[in-house]
């Protein structure tokens, strides 16, 4: 895969700087296909770094330093990743609510999973939680990395179960009962958060203005 890569980056003329490439293998045709490829490091608001440094000590931004500073580094560094120092996977979170988020009653219990390294929530409590259809949807996610496999596998699957069961989100879901209490309530959040606008917003709509 690593050399299909290379071969696609000479191909494309990229000779210099960070990539990012996307592939699926073909189980059926034995062989990859390409995606995308990006001129680019890997985005994710940068959550990567977090990921792919304990596995391998270094990461795309690192490297691309590493790179400018002319220190040596650059060139010491292998062909592709040796052996794994650690195992890391990011745990997409997926609504299956759409409405007003109030909280995430779970969060504590993530933090004190084995593998938890990190979250990134692009949903805060007090704001619309659309259903997620895809990645553009996400609530969020979380970095989970641990030494062991089997460990990162576990609260994988234990954060998608709390998803799954109901547990993970508190949310008022449009057009029900308790809809606009879920929305005054919201206001009230966003406004203790320093978000003035939006809390005029839901507001106004609370009064039927809008």
Known sequence: MTDYIFGVL?????????????????????????????????????????????????????????????????????????????????ATLVSRQAGVLLAYPMLDEVRALRSYKSMEMKVVPGQDIPLTVDFLSTPGSVMLVHADWEVVVRDYEQIHAWEADGSFYEVVEDGVEGDEEGREEKGGEKAKGGEMKAAKKEDKRASGAE
Not at 25 to 34: A, I, R, T
């Open 10 to 90: 000479d191909a494309l003329g990229i000779r210099e700087g960070p990539t990012h490439s996307e592939v699926i293998w073909l189980e059926g045709e034995d062989q990859p296909c390409l995606i995308e490829v990006g001129a680019r490091p890997h985005g994710g608001e940068g959550t990567f770094t977090e990921l792919s440094t304990p596995c391998v000590s270094y990461n795309q931004l690192s490297v691309t330093l590493d790179a400018i500073e002319d220190n040596g580094k650059f060139e010491a560094l292998p062909r592709r990743p040796g052996r794994l120092k650690a195992h890391a996977r990011e």
